[in-house]
């Protein structure tokens, strides 16, 4: 079955350390996203990407960094610059190109700061 | 600046009690407006895409409604199993695929 596989499903960043959260996709999307949430707060965009190898900031990309390297992967970067990182996180993908604009999301990852 | 509000923000009813969740929504122009569930510590799962003043759409006891301004989730004869919080989004015609998203209103059906 196609879908997005967002790993791990929960993660602990320590102080200082940069961590990396996994998205992959195989329903041959052409965009991705990332989302955070938090309570009270709703979906919040932080990067997108059209397309291979371009990508866009969103309304709170600082302390964020993404690649996009491949069709089927988005990875994000939360780096030591952001400082209140504990949230969770939200990948998704859509295909416009095809005037199907609803996107379809991951189970999310947890990132907690310890 | 789009902007998505929804109301109630928490809806408590008993099953088979019906009721509505609201979305208004302010956007340069309208591509489509689009209803999630979400269920708690997952990811959202798409319900509906509303794209002009009139359209409605059902999927078992939900009904989905939308005007120039807002649009309603009609809930009928809910049962426990609807409890979870329930998003809208908008898209704008032009620029990028990206979705504006409300808060959510939480919906908590009782046996």
């Known amino acids: 079955d196609g879908g997005i596989t967002q790993s791990p499903k929960y993660l602990f960043r320590k102080e200082g350390q940069n961590v990396t959260l996994s998205c992959e996709q195989n329903?041959?999307?052409?965009?991705m996203y990332w989302y955070r949430q938090d309570p009270g707060q709703g979906l919040r965009l932080i990067y997108y990407s059209q397309i291979v190898n371009d990508f866009q900031k969103g309304d709170i990309a600082e302390g964020y960094s993404v690649s996009r390297e491949k069709k089927e992967s988005f990875p994000l970067t939360v780096t030591s610059a952001q400082k209140n990182p504990t949230a969770f996180y939200l990948c998704?993908?859509?295909?416009?190109?095809?005037?199907?604009?609803?996107?379809?999301f991951g189970s999310g990852t947890r990132l907690t700061v310890v | 600046e789009d902007q998505v509000t929804q109301s109630p923000e928490a809806l408590r009813l008993q099953e088979g009690e019906s009721s509505s969740l609201n979305c208004s929504y302010t956007?340069?122009?309208?591509?489509?407006l689009f209803w999630y569930r979400q269920d708690p510590g997952k990811g959202p799962e798409f319900l509906f895409t509303?794209?002009?003043a009139g359209e409605e759409k059902e999927k078992e006891r939900l009904k989905a409604t939308l005007t120039k301004k807002e649009s309603f989730l009609h809930i009928t004869a809910p049962k426990p199993e609807d409890s979870a919080t329930y998003l809208c989004a908008v898209q704008a015609v032009g620029g990028y695929s990206t979705l504006t998203f409300g808060k959510g209103t939480m919906l908590l059906v009782s046996p």
């Open positions: 998704a993908s859509s295909n416009p190109g095809t005037g199907d604009y609803g996107y379809t």
């Open positions: 509303l794209y002009s």
């Open positions: 329903l041959n999307h052409d965009a």
């Open positions: 956007v340069s122009g309208l591509r489509g």
